[in-house]
């Protein structure tokens, strides 16, 4: 079968054109010419990278920021500056849209409801639990856990699209192996310390199955955002208060600080004891290609960070707070034998809660509250005001609430029977508790396993539960 002679178009005649030109015009062997050019720009790219004695590597930007991010001296100290910077812009930036929320859902949008109801004609009993129970839980938790987020996890993306976390994660990869886990989990880690929900997620870049399940199982003592409101008030209103005023700030940040150090020390803890019972392996070779650096791409990291991370978690956080508002309403309404059932489960609990150096009220709002961190202090100052009959504290049963004093604050949680051993403990729990209901259900989506769920859960409260029985232990026989 004959081939029809292809017919040269306008556009290829004038390449043909344009090669018959350069090959008049450029003199000698074409292809030495080519090859040449391969060499020289070898040699320039090595001229300026490899170093030899008598001649050192031409200095270039990566290769210098490489040299004070990775080094032994300043490494960690950059590390933990930059995100000690990170967090108290979160906590910090994080007061003015969380006090925009908050006035609008809670101080505006649930009087308004409850009004709603009323003048509807609805019984005291739907009023309460759709507008001071399933609504104030709501709007809560997304009044206080929203803007946090929404700052921390763009400015944790930013960093990523710099190429700095995986610094960090070269930084941290011997303490990590030497404690049994995988070098990225430094940066799940970190991850966690804005959430952990997200933190989970981000597991997925660990290949190993088994060092991904030890990054799962440890990252909740990464304190997240929802527990340092918690950390820093308690602290302020007790430790900082036992020392002059010119001193209560440094000892505040001291003692939160220690918290959240306590909790990495007891990341690597409980890495080695898992990686040597439960997840007995070897760790794998971690292979890490430093990138780059390059210039954050802002708006793109602003959009992925809302969509795929804050809303994600937000949305999950929802809809563990829905059910949970009600429940908190109907412990503190419903009565059985003459007292509600919180006030029964309180009265029941606290000898062991004060054997913990916590009370009843404590334990009762880290169960109630289960959906998000951040409404366990309203919480626990709802309960104390219900069972220490305060008048003029609180918006009545079942309604979450907060003080606008620190002096409030301590006056009504001493009248509740609290000491500065109550205060240390509630720090330690906090750290040392099952996570949030939120990370529990990712954990289970992760993993697939009720078995790994349960452990996430039981590992941190069985440490907590030791580690504040042995505090008050010696508090009491120190004091």
């Known amino acids: 079968m004959s081939q029809q002679p292809i017919e040269p178009t306008g556009q290829a005649e004038s390449i043909i054109a344009a090669a018959q030109r350069w090959r008049r015009d450029i003199s000698g062997d074409l292809h030495e010419h080519v090859v040449e050019a391969i060499y020289a720009q070898a040699a320039h790219i090595a001229g300026r990278a490899v170093s030899t004695p008598d001649h050192a590597a031409r200095p270039t930007l990566d290769r210098t920021l490489d040299h004070i991010l990775t080094s032994k001296l300043w490494g960690f100290p950059i590390m933990i500056l930059l995100f000690a910077v990170m967090l108290w812009i979160t906590i910090t930036g994080a007061n003015v849209p969380s006090g925009w929320l908050s006035s609008l859902l809670i101080d505006h949008g649930h009087p308004w409801l409850r009004g709603l109801f009323v003048s509807m004609g609805a019984p005291w009993w739907l ?7 399933i ?28 190429g700095y976390l995986p610094r960090v994660a070269f930084n941290l990869d011997r303490l990590f192996k030497t404690s049994g886990g995988h070098g990225k989990q430094a940066m799940t880690t970190m991850m966690g310390f804005g959430c952990n929900a997200a933190g ?7 290949d190993s199955p088994r060092e991904r399940l030890l990054a799962i199982l440890t990252n909740n003592f990464a304190l997240c955002n929802g527990r340092w409101p918690t950390q820093f008030l308690i602290a302020t209103v007790f430790l900082g208060s036992l020392v002059p005023a010119a001193l209560a700030g440094v000892v505040s940040a001291a003692a939160v600080t220690g918290v959240a150090l306590l909790g990495v020390v007891m990341t690597f803890n409980v890495n080695w004891a898992l990686s040597r019972t439960a997840l007995k392996g070897e760790v794998s070779t971690f292979s890490l290609e430093l990138p780059p650096y390059r210039p954050p791409r802002f708006w793109r990291t602003l959009y992925t960070s809302l969509i795929d991370r804050t809303l994600f978690v937000l949305w999950r956080a929802v809809v563990f707070a829905l059910p949970a508002g009600a429940v908190i309403w109907l412990v503190a309404n419903v009565h059985v034998g003459g007292d509600s059932l919180a006030g029964q489960f309180i009265r029941f609990t606290n000898p062991a ?19 998000a961190n951040e409404i366990v202090i309203p919480t626990v100052l709802m309960l104390t005001a219900m069972v220490t009959g305060a008048h003029g504290v609180g918006g009545g049963a079942g309604v979450m609430f ?24 509630l720090m330690l729990f906090s750290l040392l508790h099952n996570p949030c209901s939120t990370t529990l259900y990712t954990i289970y989506k992760e993993t697939g396993s009720a078995r790994w769920t349960a452990l996430s859960a039981l590992i941190p409260l069985g440490i907590g539960v030791v580690v504040c029985a042995a505090v008050a232990l010696v508090w009491r026989m120190l004091g």
């Open 127 to 133: 009023t309460g639990f759709v507008a001071d129970g």
């Open 402 to 425: 907060e003080l606008d004093s620190e002096s409030a604050v301590h006056a009504l949680l001493t009248a509740g029977g609290w000491t500065t051993l109550t205060a240390v403990n």
């Open 200 to 206: 989970v997620v981000a597991t997925r870049i660990i």
């Open 353 to 371: 809660g004060v054997f913990l150096g916590l009370n009843g009220v404590i334990l009762l709002a880290y169960i109630i509250a289960i959906p």
């Open 135 to 162: 609504y104030l839980a709501t709007a809560w938790v997304i009044s206080v856990m929203l803007p946090p987020m929404a700052i921390f996890f763009p400015l944790f993306t930013l960093l990523e699209d710099f």
